[in-house]
């Protein structure tokens, strides 16, 4: 009951904030009822996918301190069970989810204990290593389809609520925001919670971290554990809306980089960081690139333009859009 109230309890922010919150809540809520092309429903989508994966990364990114480019791995484990499971077995979606995410933390544990004996670079360095090793895995494993992935079939009439099978984008929309809202509310307990501190602690200073009997090593397990958990729930979604997953598409450094770098642009370490994150680069990605690459000649301008917004930020406020945001609002108050 104490956790349940404290994933609803937002009376650190500012009034403000959360005004501007609930607006955006309400936004999401109606977004399907208002006039829209598809286009926009796909980018909304994505948007959604994009925040929870990065809220999943600000436990242990954010939070936590470590930087961790190797998400990926654990979006491909969570697409390949439900996409093998839902092929060769029959298993709806919502029985092979939380299997998928029990086998993506699962491997978090043998992975992250010795991978947290490293630290910095070497740490970011290693889970890119992991993340590489285990899609060359994938690419050569002809029991999931090889490189060449593998395609979901239709399970019977739509709309399929049991094998999440709809003709209209809105139904995974919904489906989306309240893994959005879940992903949200989960977050805000989070960080109130003892691994919350604790992990602030140790990126403050991890010695005295130690120092005050708080086992680093086991946190940061855990903390890794969670993120693992929901990416790989969004990772299981996105082979039900996709009909279709393959190495590259799952696993790819680019999907690792973009979860990580969302987050950092937002706000790491923020609760809001992430979703303002998703919500900059993400239209900004597919509108530009889709305006672009129209025009001949213009291909690629996209990506300087996206780039240079992201050296920007980074260079002028390293907490990112948040981080600009407390500042414009610490003077506005002097």
């Not at 009034?15 to 809540?25: G, M, P």
């Not at 740490?123 to 090889?146: M, R």
């Not at 050296?311 to 990112?320: L, Q, S, Y």
Request: hydrophobic share 50%; proline share 4%.
């Amino acid at each position: 009951m104490e956790a349940l109230k404290s994933a609803f309890d937002f009376s650190d922010f500012p009034r403000t904030d959360i005004w501007v919150a609930r607006a955006v809540a309400a936004g999401l809520l109606v977004f399907p009822l208002l006039p829209h092309s598809s286009f926009a429903m796909a980018t909304m989508i994505q948007f959604l996918m994009f925040s929870v994966y990065g809220m999943g990364w600000n436990t242990i990114g954010g939070y936590g301190g470590q930087v961790d480019l190797g998400k990926a791995q654990y979006v491909g484990i969570g697409a390949y069970t439900t996409a093998v499971m839902m092929i060769r077995w029959d298993v709806p979606f919502w029985f092979s989810l939380p299997i998928g995410m029990g086998l993506a933390v699962c491997w978090s544990f043998i992975i992250g204990y010795p991978l947290f004996r490293l630290k910095g670079h070497y740490f970011a360095i290693a889970t890119i290593a992991t993340s590489l090793i285990l899609k060359d895995v994938f690419e050569s494993w002809s029991f999931i389809g090889g490189a060449r992935g593998l395609k979901i079939p239709l399970k019977g009439e739509m709309p399929n609520f049991l094998y999440i099978q709809f003709r209209e984008d809105y139904y995974y929309y919904y489906i989306m925001l309240g893994f959005f809202f879940i992903g949200l509310f989960y977050l805000n307990w989070f960080r109130h919670s003892r691994i919350g501190f604790q992990l602030r602690s140790i990126k403050d200073n991890e010695d005295v971290a130690k120092s005050l009997g708080i086992d680093s090593h086991w946190s940061k397990i855990k903390a890794y554990a969670v993120a693992t958990a929901f990416v790989a729930a969004v990772g299981s979604f996105h082979a039900c809306y996709n009909f279709n997953i393959e190495p590259e598409d799952v696993m790819s450094l680019d999907l690792s980089v973009l979860i990580a770098l969302m987050a950092m642009l937002g706000g790491a370490g923020s609760l809001f960081g992430p979703i303002i994150g998703a919500a900059v680069l993400v239209p900004m990605k597919n509108y530009l690139g889709a305006w672009f690459g129209a025009r001949a000649g213009l291909v690629g301008l996209d990506l300087i333009i996206y780039a240079t917004i992201i050296m920007v930020i980074a260079a002028f406020e390293p907490r990112g859009i948040w981080g600009l945001i407390t500042r414009l609002r610490e003077r506005r108050s002097d």
